[in-house]
């Protein structure tokens, strides 16, 4: 009983799991093409930007906040950097661009933290008005341009590949950046398990007041959060602007319910307080087999978005029922303990 | 005085001196002294609103006082901040716990001490041992890896009380620690205080329940509208002259019911009512103008078998009759059409809108009777009933137009009540009606009911507070374990007799 509840896990992983597993066997029954290396390869790769937006996500949802500017934020720094890079004619190589996008995200972050901690104001409502406003002001001072060039450093990784298989149904590719995302999606659980500051994450979701009288940094801690969430946005950012070979100013904003269903999807709590890097994993992969396999069915893309739409408040409606569920059965398990402590008395 | 003692008085380890602090201008706190000598158990009493939370966080560190000094350790501060008060080893433990739901007890227990200790990295590893070492040392049984959201309330104390112990705590500050125990558990808490007072540990213990302030402490301050009234060792004190200091008059806690006419037709009747894992077989009448006890401990079915009376969880099986008519309760809005009132356990998060002014509170629960035959609401009725109940109840407050955020514990109560009068309830259930209120209100609110009841209304308590039955129910039901049990009438209804079967 014990072993199968580990398997389950604390945020359903385990559950999740064996519906994807599901998902996928069924796929794989309905449409053989669904099951071959080509497919699998390229579910992983469109799901590199995600897993990355949401593992920031998940950083906030843990502490009861929520980010919908990530998206923004990633294509603001990303093509930015481009952009300077282009218009500057040098290319400063992969980490040197890496780290300009970075301090940007990191930059555009911190103006969502400081409105937030500083004036405990709701995390969405700024998110959202700070969306406006990165995508403004990208607009109005960086450009609207389209690059189909990018800097050299850049357009050599777009062509880089882990993993060259020829399958029976042609070659297929694994892309270079899972390794990447793999290490960062360690890096995050690590952080998140491991350290202080991740356990004050846990902590601040569970109770804001207690925290604060706990002694946490809450503030400090809030700011960081979102630095931490802009910084991972911007390496989304430039990824996504590498894998499509072209950057492209009107990209990945629009795309934030994705991520955000595939993160409540993974198992952590809108409420804050729970979360998990495997859940979300999961999450972003559950999403991305079901676009794909809408599509290989013949389902409009125009559905995909409703079919998103649906998974993401199946996902808090479940959440919601199973604690109202949990809150129910932990009543009847006290009047049986109470019930066995009377009846312990009596007979002694 | 000098020389009359002949031992030298213990050292505080913990003292405030003549502390005040004023909000806009409104003293809270005026020249207030307090010490807290290490083994010894420090009583801070006073009605709501009287300043003690105030100089709970001051001495804390979560509020800076206007004057005075605070002394920890003979080392003089003029204010100190909420991360040197926890370093000097002052925990306070606070009246919701301030513990984080979703981790684990363990978690819970070292999480804080971690962070004072400004570590970097968290080894969940050697966190365990550190927890089973303090549950070890007060010998009581918590399971570490549950989540403390699914504890009860007496487990979360107990966790609250060792997370204050993992950080070293020389003084612990208790912020009405009883409210939400039940009598047992409130004896295992007595049973740990002692034991935390033979290590040497400080306490500060903020109640307004007289027999518990008699029971545990040794020595006792009284505060009323932010003054110290008196000081001394509670030997010196009796339940009388505490509630005479606290409320500045004599206040009765007699016992008061009223001649029932016993040939009136019942106003509820309840007959062979169970649902499944909460109460089985429960029957009982309910006089007009009775006031009915139903006691039991927590989860013993009593708050179940209300809820179920108010449609909230409906019953499986049983009749349930109101004024002789059978009535089918499957919804709220069935209960409130048999004009039966339900004054909840939880009054700030299910029975008041706490951002709105005290008058929308009074008639939010009765505007369908104030609508005119256009489906408009009528102005003049509305402002006659907020009038009618916030005068005819004393609500405290500046005017009707004040948010019930603002409002001390018993003024709170009162407007929950005012918004189910208002209804003109024939049966009117309150659940835990006083808890949190202190004895001042606590003694008006019973009355009001008195009245209330005197004019004809039925009235049903749930509580676990054998004084307040006492006081004022002409029956007493005892509920354990989901069934009805005894049934207390006259002479039989003593605190002890009721306090004898409730946990029997």
């Known amino acids: 009983m014990a072993a199968l509840r580990r398997l389950r ?59 919908v500017s990530f998206a923004a934020i990633a294509i603001f720094a990303g093509y930015a950097t481009v952009s300077f890079c282009l218009n500057a004619g040098f290319d400063p190589g ?8 970075i301090g940007v995200g990191a930059s555009l972050g911190f ?28 607009y109005t001072y960086v450009g609207a341009s389209y690059y189909a060039e990018l800097p050299g450093s850049m357009a050599a990784l777009a062509t880089s590949n882990l993993l060259d298989v020829t399958t029976s149904s ?33 902590a601040m979701g569970g109770d804001l007041e207690a925290a604060r009288r706990a002694g946490f940094q809450v503030k400090r801690t809030q700011v960081s959060v979102y630095m931490l969430v802009g910084a991972l946005a911007a390496i989304a950012g430039v990824i996504h602007i590498v894998l499509s070979r072209s950057a492209n100013p009107r990209d990945l904003v629009g795309g934030e319910l994705d991520i955000i269903a595939a993160v409540v999807l993974g198992g952590a709590s809108i409420f804050g307080g729970r979360g998990s890097v495997v859940g979300t994993v999961l999450g972003v992969l559950l999403v991305q087999v079901i676009k794909n396999s809408l ?47 009377h009846e312990q008395k009596v007979g002694s | 005085m000098t020389s009359m003692t002949t031992s030298q008085p213990p050292t505080p380890f913990v003292s405030a001196r003549g502390i005040s602090k004023s909000f806009g201008g409104v003293p809270a706190l005026v020249n207030v002294s307090i010490d807290l000598i290490p083994g010894e158990v420090h009583c801070l009493a006073g009605e709501n609103g009287c300043g003690k939370s105030t100089l709970i966080k ?22 100190i901040n909420a991360h040197a008060a926890i370093q000097g080893g002052i925990q306070v433990i606070y009246q919701d716990f301030s513990l984080f739901p979703n981790l684990t007890v363990a978690e819970n227990i070292v999480l804080t001490a971690e962070v004072a200790s400004g570590r970097r990295l968290y080894s969940p590893g050697s966190v365990l041992p550190k927890a089973k070492a303090i549950l070890q040392e007060l010998e009581l049984d918590l399971d570490l890896d549950r989540e403390v959201g699914d504890l009860s309330v007496a487990d979360k104390q107990l966790t609250a009380i060792c997370r204050a112990l993992v950080n070293d705590a020389r003084a612990i500050i ?52 932010g003054r110290q009234v008196v000081s001394g060792p509670t030997s010196e004190f009796d339940q009388r002259s505490i509630s005479r200091h606290m409320t500045g008059r004599e206040v009765d806690e007699s016992r008061v019911v009223s001649d029932l006419d016993l040939t009136a037709p019942l106003a509820l009747e309840v007959s062979k009512l169970s649902l499944a894992g909460a109460y089985r077989d429960v029957s009982f009448g309910l006089h007009r103008g009775e006031i009915l006890g139903v006691t039991g401990l927590l989860g013993s079915g009593r708050t179940e078998i209300a809820e179920s009376l108010f449609g909230v969880t409906p019953a499986d099986e049983g009749e349930i009759r109101v004024g002789g008519k059978l009535v089918p309760i499957r919804t709220i809005q069935d209960a409130v059409t048999a004009r039966i009132g339900y004054v909840p356990e939880d009054r700030l998060s299910q029975g008041l809108f706490l951002e709105k002014s005290i008058a929308d509170n009074i008639v939010a629960a009765s505007l369908e009777s104030h609508r005119t035959r256009w489906g408009t609401l009528s102005r003049a009725g509305i402002a006659t009933t907020i009038k009618q109940y916030f005068v005819g109840l004393k609500i405290n407050a500046p005017n009707a137009q004040a948010p019930v955020r603002t409002l001390s514990g018993g003024n709170a109560q009162r407007v929950v009540l005012a918004k189910w009068l208002a209804t003109a309830p024939t049966v009117l259930m309150l659940n835990g009606p006083t808890v949190g209120v202190d004895i001042g209100s606590k003694e008006e609110i019973l009355e009001l009911l008195r009245v209330e009841a005197a004019k004809g209304m039925s009235v049903i308590v749930i509580s676990d507070d054998a004084p307040e039955l006492v006081a004022a129910c002409h029956r007493v039901l005892v509920i354990k374990q989901g069934r009805l049990t005894h049934t207390l009438e006259g002479d039989q209804i003593t605190v002890d007799t009721i306090q004898e079967r409730m946990s029997a």
């Open chain 1, 9 to 67: 896990g604390s945020n359903n992983e385990g559950v999740l799991a064996l519906v994807l597993l599901g998902l996928i066997v069924a796929m794989s029954i309905a449409n053989p093409t669904f099951f071959t290396l080509n497919t699998g390869f390229s579910i992983l790769r469109s799901a590199i930007v995600p897993v990355i937006f949401a593992l920031g996500v998940l950083i906030v949802v843990i502490t009861g906040g929520i980010d």
């Open chain 1, 94 to 101: 992969l980490p040197g661009i890496f780290a300009i996008a």
């Open chain 1, 111 to 138: 103006v969502n933290g400081i409105v937030i901690a500083q004036f405990s104001l709701p995390t969405l409502i700024v998110t959202l008005g700070t969306q406006g406003v990165f995508f403004g002001a990208m």
């Open chain 1, 170 to 202: 042609g070659r297929a590719y694994l892309h270079l950046l899972v390794v990447p995302v793999l290490l960062l999606c360690l890096l995050v659980a690590w952080v998140l398990k491991r350290t202080m500051f991740g356990r004050s994450l846990y």
């Open chain 1, 295 to 341: 599509l290989l069915v013949g389902v409009p893309s125009a559905w995909l978005r409703t079919a998103v739409g649906v998974l993401l408040v199946l996902g808090v409606g479940i959440q919601a029922i199973a604690a109202r569920r949990d809150s129910r059965r932990m009543r009847v398990i006290e009047d049986l303990d109470s019930a066995q402590q």
């Open chain 2, 58 to 79: 001051i001495i804390s560190g979560a509020e800076r006082p206007d004057s005075g000094e605070i002394v920890i350790d003979g080392v003089s501060h003029a204010q």
């Open chain 2, 174 to 225: 208790m912020d009405e620690p009883t409210t939400a125990l039940t009598h047992t558990e409130v004896s295992r808490l007595f049973a740990l205080v002692e034991r935390l007072r033979a290590r040497g540990v400080a306490l500060l213990f903020v109640s307004h329940k007289l027999e518990e302030v008699l029971a545990v402490s040794q020595r006792l301050t009284i505060m009323r509208s």
